[in-house]
C-alpha cells in the first residue's frame, strides 16, 4: 500500500515526465475524482493508504492522462457555470471562455417578458442550452445536433440539472430538423481553420471530436450557413450569438453585413483579451 503523499510525488513526477503542462493539478483532480473525495480531505489526511486495488485503478488513469488524454474524458465530467457536466468523447470538452456567449445571452434577455424559444445549435454536452433553461425558466431550448451520441449526453446533462422538461433534443444538421421561428439563435460552431488542427495540442487532435473543431479555410464554414438560414428562422427582432475564434471578428461581421437582414453587430472580448462572441440583431424593417 502507498500513502497520498508519497503517491501524488511520484503520479506527478510520471505526468511531467510524459509532459503534462500542469502534472500536479492533474495528479491531484484525478485522485481527488477517483476516490470520490476532495481536495481538502487529501491535504488534511496525506498519510492515508490506498489499498492496492485503488492504486492499480488510480494509476490505469494516470497512464491514461500519460498518453495525453484530457483529465476530463478520464473523469467523464467537467465544471462549466458553476455545474458539473457528464462529458465523454462522443462531445468536445466545454471551455470557460464559452462562459462569455452565456453573458451576452443573458444581457439582452435575463429581464424579457413572457416566453422564449431558444435554438442551440451544435449542442454538444448540452453546457449552454443547460444554463440558458436554468437562467431563463420561461425559455424552451431547442438543441441540435448531427451527433446521436453527444444528444445523448445532452440529454443526461439536462436531467442531472433539472431542466430536460423545458428542452427538446433534435437530431440534424444545423435548423434542419427543427420547427418555427426562434427569439434566440446561439451556437458554439466548429471554428478551426484546417491548417491551424495540425498544429493543435494533441491531446485535442487525437481526443476531441473533429467534426465539433474544424470548419473549413478560415474558420467560418459553419457560421457562414448560420448566418444566411437564421434569416429565416429568427422572429423580427431576435437576435444571433455566435462564439467565433482567433481573427474571426471581421469574416464574421463582414458576413453579417453583406447578408443584409442583420443590424446592432457588435462582438464581446473574452477575459484574455479575444474577440470571442459575435451578436446580431434580425432587422425588423422588410421583415
Known sequence: MTDIRTLLHRTTRELADGGSPSPRLDAEVLLMNFLKTDRLQLCMRPERELTEDECTG??????????????????GGKEFWSLLFEVNRDVLIPRPETECLIEEVL????????????????????????????????????????????????????????VAGRME??????????????????????YIPDDVFPLLPEGIRAFEPRQALIAGPDGTALHRDIIREGTGRLKPGGRIFLEIGEG?????????????????????????????????????IGC
Request: include cysteine.
Open 58 to 75: 488510480y494509476f490505469q488513469w494516470i497512464e491514461r492522462r500519460r498518453r495525453g488524454e484530457p483529465v476530463a474524458y478520464i473523469t
Open 107 to 162: 444581457k439582452c434577455y435575463d429581464r424579457e417578458p413572457g416566453d422564449l424559444r431558444i435554438i442551440d445549435i451544435g449542442t454538444g454536452s448540452g453546457a449552454i442550452g443547460v444554463v440558458l433553461s436554468r437562467e431563463l425558466p420561461s425559455a424552451r431550448v431547442a438543441a441540435t445536433d448531427i451527433s446521436r451520441g453527444a444528444l445523448e449526453v445532452a440529454r443526461r446533462n439536462a436531467g442531472r440539472h433539472g
Open 169 to 190: 433534443f433534435i437530431e440534424g444538421d444545423l435548423f434542419a430538423s427543427a420547427v418555427g421561428e426562434f427569439d434566440i439563435i446561439v451556437s458554439n460552431p466548429p
Open 248 to 284: 474571426q471578428k471581421g469574416p464574421v461581421e463582414t458576413l453579417f453585413r453583406e447578408n443584409g437582414l442583420y443590424d446592432s453587430i457588435r462582438f464581446r472580448a473574452d477575459y484574455g483579451g479575444m474577440n470571442r462572441v459575435a451578436v446580431a440583431r434580425k432587422t425588423k
